[in-house]
């Protein structure tokens, strides 16, 4: 079904918890978000809030859905690595809100990287 079926109305997808569920940050499953992702070619927008989805569902949704333009993951917490593969077919990208977020940085010299370029955009 999911190979055939496509909601192309669907521009918006909220996948986040409830901030008064804050307390428990919910798990996505890997076969959700790609199969979300499939369904939902023409999503312009992506809410992952108080989630933990994995990098890989970043990927599923930046192949399939080629009109996002926003993505909104505020207080992700499990230890994720991201990096510019995550991000590569984000073709039309236009803003990504990651606040009150931790992600796993491999070693010292990348971490310092990426807190030097954060301090340097501002």
Not at 21 to 41: E, G, H, R
Not at 76 to 100: I, P, V, W
Not at 111 to 121: I, K, M, P
Request: hydrophobic share 35%; glycine share 0%.
């Amino acid at each position: 079904i999911v190979n055939r079926v496509r909601l192309k109305h669907v521009t918006i997808l909220d996948l986040s918890t409830p901030q008064h569920l804050m307390k428990k940050v919910q798990k996505l499953k890997a076969a959700i978000p790609k199969n979300l992702a499939t369904l939902l070619p023409n999503l312009r927008e992506l809410v992952l809030s108080h989630t933990e989805a994995t990098q890989l569902s970043l990927v599923d949704f930046s192949k399939k859905c080629r009109h996002l333009e926003k993505v909104t993951w505020h207080f992700h917490c499990s230890a994720t690595y991201l990096s510019g593969y995550h991000f590569q077919h984000f073709a039309n990208l236009k803003e990504l809100r990651m606040d009150n977020s931790i992600f796993y940085c491999p070693n010292q010299d990348q971490a310092r990287t990426l807190h030097t370029e954060d301090l340097s955009s501002r």
